[in-house]
């Protein structure tokens, strides 16, 4: 018999907070996390806006010399889970560690690493390249330093599928709990690719906003003047676990995980395909694995990129499945307020989706000001509503083609 | 004095404390390090003292004084 899932901690890293609480509040609230680019001089950059993690200091969280050994999206992914794992208040001296597993989600990994390094090599030669370079900078390290930070023995993976990478880590890990190959998983993702190469790629794309005069409002998802993604880092981090296992030690329940679906567009490197119909399509098998009909679900949790196709696509995809439906249900995009942390979105998204059930809150598109033609649902604008929430979707689209849907369910026995 | 200017080095890379620091201490044994942390205090090392360390001779350096006795023959 399958095995049901539960979100029994959280975890968060956040351009708008650190820990839950802060992060929650901020989100609640409709802030923005979005400034000016301080991590270096962005003198010729088309884009000088991100949100940036701020006042975090990574020896609260992982002693001083095995931070050194780490690249900074490492930092956000260990740090995030020891607060999702304090948390769950799981008691790690007293679990089956072959079935405790991470498996996390990174869109590039140690990005900033490889730059520092590739430095050296142009200016100080072959031999002064860290031996740390490349366990710093592989994308998989993440989930490896977790494991070894907790000592979870069992499932140990790391997704890379672009800005899906933490969806699909949560919906993959949802399936290996669902068959019993696990008991816990600590799972979501992280990122850290402020860095030159990064802006400077996604900038040549013309992929990112280039409001740097206002940059609380860059990022604007479904309004009709977004101009492009404005790029966040961090980590969103969730425990999931067993029912049984949650129930036999009192956890608290933030949600159930009942649907996972997953797609290619097979269509081009990075443009969406025409209407969404990958997404469609992931959204679609998400609910039927959830078994539930279209019109159950309340709130999705939108890729809400805010690039012109992306927004566009997205609606029509939702429209395409949910029908009459779709005009009821609340679609949001909280990169609005967080950014767009890449690989770490599904993660902090997530985090959210199961927040916004277990408090019975809908958080808001920030900066939505004028109307798209394209764009004609209830995208929550500007605040935020109270709001029973029994089932949400959280939707994750990576170039490459990429789909993947999660789809939670408040808990009753 | 040199071993003091290494001392610092080794506070550096490898995150101990001075007292911990003599020198008969062994990198591996008895400073926490590994291999790899081994090999970027060599480094560390050519870069302060100015020397090149090939990797046949810095095989052979696994204590303070293996790196003291080294610096003085090399410098």
């Known amino acids: 018999m399958k095995k049901r899932v539960v979100v029994t901690g959280i975890g968060i890293i956040s351009p708008v907070g650190i820990g839950k609480d802060n992060f929650w509040s901020s989100i609640k609230e409709g802030k923005s996390g979005i400034g000016p680019i301080t991590r270096f001089d962005t003198e010729g950059f088309p884009t000088k806006v991100a949100g940036e993690v701020k006042d975090f200091n990574v020896t609260d969280y992982i002693d001083k010399k095995e931070a050194k050994r780490m690249d900074r999206f490492t930092h956000y992914a260990v740090a995030a889970s020891k607060l999702a794992v304090e948390d769950s208040k799981l008691d790690l001296e007293n679990i089956n560690n072959d079935k405790f597993g991470v498996i996390l989600g990174s869109g590039i990994g140690g990005l900033e690493t490889f730059e520092e390094q590739h430095e050296k090599l142009l200016n100080k030669g072959p031999r002064r390249v860290s031996p740390f370079f490349i366990p710093m900078m592989i994308g998989n390290m993440a989930a490896g330093q977790v494991s070894i930070m907790l000592g979870a023995k069992g499932a140990n993976e790391t997704i890379v599928t672009a800005c899906a990478s933490s969806t699909n880590a949560i919906g993959d890990s949802f399936k290996i709990i669902q068959r019993g190959d696990a008991e816990i998983i600590v799972t979501g993702g992280a990122e850290a690719s402020i860095t030159p190469m990064a802006v400077a790629g996604f900038s040549s794309m013309k992929a990112m906003s280039t409001n740097n005069d206002n940059p609380g409002k860059a990022s604007r998802p479904f309004d009709k003047n977004r101009d492009g993604f404005v790029m966040g880092e961090g980590a969103g981090i969730l425990v999931l676990e067993d029912l049984e296992h949650a129930l036999k030690r009192g956890a608290h329940i933030y949600a159930e995980v009942v649907g996972y679906g997953m797609s290619s567009d097979a269509y081009h490197m990075t443009a969406p395909a025409d209407n969404g119909e990958g997404a469609f399509r992931a959204m679609e098998m998400a609910v039927n694995d959830a078994d539930i009909n279209p019109s159950d679900v309340d709130y999705i949790n939108a890729h809400g990129t805010s690039t012109e196709l992306n927004d566009k696509f997205e609606t029509a995809a939702i429209k395409d499945l949910f029908k009459d439906h779709a005009y009821k249900l609340k679609v949001s995009s909280t990169k609005s307020m967080t950014g767009h942390l890449l690989g770490a979105a599904g993660g902090i998204e997530g985090c959210i989706c199961a927040l916004s059930i277990d408090n019975s809150f809908i958080p808001p598109t920030i900066n939505y000001e004028t109307k798209d033609e394209n764009c004609d649902l209830d995208y929550v604008p500007n605040k935020g509503v109270n709001q029973d929430v029994n089932y949400a979707i959280s939707n994750s689209l990576g170039f490459g083609g990429h789909n993947a849907s999660i789809l939670l369910k408040k808990y009753t026995a | ?75």
Request: no cysteine.
């Open chain 2, 1 to 75: 004095m040199l071993f003091d200017k290494l001392k610092e080095i080794i506070m550096d890379q490898l995150e101990v404390e001075e007292d911990e620091i003599n020198m008969d201490s062994s990198f591996q044994d008895d400073l926490d390090a590994d291999s790899l942390d081994v090999v970027e205090l060599i480094m560390a090392i050519e870069d302060e003292f100015d020397i090149e360390i090939p990797d046949e001779d810095a095989e052979k350096i696994s204590t303070v004084k293996d790196a003291i006795d080294y610096i003085e023959k090399n410098q």
